[in-house]
């Protein structure tokens, strides 16, 4: 006889299944039909496990051994000095590139803008002169003044070419290019007038010269000034720091040195030879990138102080001298028939102007502080730049001493003695300004090649430092993950 059935299991039948009321409802909600209704059930909620927190479980896991965490730091470092290397490779290439282009692209273009401002001076300056002698004209005044325009048209054509990127330069250039034919065809008029003797030359004369100083003149000026602008800006990309390199590097010698710390507290080894040439490595690079770019900085404000900044003050007395010459003729021209509001000579009163912005009021002694002159003097850092300069001073004081025997014959009526003292021989004003502008040509060569000197040797202490990086980078690395890796052999 069997014993009755006890405890909870439930009835089954003959073939081993539940049956009755022990086998769950599928309508309550509750149990396996439950599960598949109401919400995942484990196995669906495995499968929605990301593959991130995965890795971060993992990572975690890891991270709990010895083993696992020095694999992690290993990573860390090298990445480190990798990022190291490569930030250092990056902005090292980009100040190089600035420094460059202050070299070879703002500076000269700086300079031909100078030179088109210069041209376009000198050729009006010359057309007057050329007027003023008439029927007298020598030839070596007519090719001076197509030697003029011929420079500012092939100086435009050169910078139209170089200028890219730039609107403002853009549209002066075709300013200048639409302007300058109109204005030598003016000029053309004006020769011919007064080699048949017309009156109306002076007029077509007058004319030009003020096309030349409302329009082309101030565009040359506004191209002038947008290279300079560029060359500024240049300056100011090649000298900037490079904080993210330093950051850095400073970040990965700082992680390698606590890595090896670490190594030492934990083993009582002083020396890991991956860490130690990873160190070494990234020292040398941090190092190299400190001196090489300081060494660069001075250089490029060197070249900017003892050279570009001079070239400008210098550009701009040789443009006051030229300006103030210009005035001088024109003053013979008119004739008193253009006049300041106060009814002042109005080209008596641009020479005045011109001559004190180059060296300062009165006609003796040495340069004012604050004129162009005198502050070229200043700027020159040797006797050889500054001496052409000295005798620029002298020369414009006895231009200036000339220039007032000249106003004082025209002034008592005697036209001829007023003319030969402006366009004559030896003793006239012209002599003295040609003795100015070469003087200050001779002082700008001196300066160009100072600038260029300073500027080469500042670029010049980035050379190879991005190759170099590169390289101390990949081996700083591969240190790192050797010296990781001998920790790691000895858990195996």
Known sequence: ????????????SPSGRPTGSAVPSVGTGSGLGGAFRGGAGPAQAARRRTAWADGVDQLRATAT????????????????????????A???ADRS?????????????????????RSLADADTTAAAGFLAGGKETQATRDRYENDIATAARLLAKAS????????????????NSLLPRYTGLVETARTNN????????????????????????????????ETARLGEDYDAAKAWPWL?????????????????????????????????????????????VAGHSVARSGLNTSYESGARSLKVLNEARIDALQARGDENLTLVARGAVVTEDQQDFYEAGYRTGMRDLAGPGRSGAAAADSRLGTALTLADDDTGRRPVREAVETVRQWQARHAEARTADDQGDYDRALAKVIGGEAATGQSFDRVDSRLAQALAHEQQQFRRAADDGRGALDGLVAGAVVLAVLGATGAVLGIGRRLSEYR
């Open 1 to 12: 006889m069997s014993n009755p059935q006890t405890g909870t299991a439930p009835p089954t």
């Open 65 to 88: 051994t010895e083993p696992g965490r020095l694999r992690i730091i290993g990573a860390v470092l090298a990445f480190l000095v990798l990022a190291f290397g490569a930030a250092t």
């Open 90 to 92: 990056w902005q090292v």
């Open 97 to 117: 590139a600035a420094a460059r282009d202050v070299v070879e692209r703002s500076q000269p273009l700086t300079a031909d803008a100078a030179d088109i401002y």
């Open 161 to 176: 070419s170089n200028t890219s990127g730039s609107d403002a330069a853009a549209r002066q250039i075709g300013k200048l």
């Open 195 to 226: 080699r048949q003797g017309l009156p109306l030359g002076g007029a077509y004369l007058r004319y030009a010269n003020a096309q030349m100083r409302d329009e082309l003149l101030p565009a040359a000026r506004g191209l002038y000034t947008t």
């Open 245 to 289: 390199a330093l950051t850095t590097g400073v970040l990965a010698l700082g992680a390698l040195t606590w890595a090896q710390r670490r190594n030492y507290l934990r083993t009582n080894r002083v020396f890991n030879r991956g860490l130690l040439a990873a160190t070494t490595a990234s020292a040398v690079v941090l190092l190299w990138l």
